[in-house]
């Protein structure tokens, strides 16, 4: 399976204005895959070890499917919002 992930999507992902989790994902991400780069992996073996990187750094703010919040409009003509559990 081809990770959606690559070096310019987690470039931009490790910029300090997004969320700090996502933020320390791609950080995990890129030392992964320059570390498997200076040890002489190919290409897709340095990918492979980056996503690895990435997943153990999201888990701890991973929410499964059944856990995500929904969100309900409570007011017509204004942001408030409702979360749903």
């Known amino acids: 399976m ?3 992930l690559d070096l310019p999507i987690v470039q931009a992902l490790s910029e300090h204005r997004t969320h700090p989790s996502p ?3 791609a950080t995990a991400w890129l ?3 320059d570390l498997a780069h200076q040890l002489g992996f190919n290409e897709g073996a ?3 070890q ?3 990187a990435w997943d153990c750094a ?3 703010w991973r929410l499964s499917v059944g ?3 929904a969100y309900t409009l409570t007011e017509f003509g ?3 919002i409702q979360v749903r559990r």
């Open 23 to 25: 933020r320390a994902s």
């Open 78 to 80: 204004r942001r408030a």
């Open 58 to 60: 999201a888990e701890p």
């Open 67 to 69: 856990d995500e919040p």
């Open 31 to 33: 030392a992964a895959y």
């Open 46 to 48: 340095a990918l492979g």
């Open 50 to 52: 980056a996503d690895t």
């Open 2 to 4: 081809h990770s959606p």
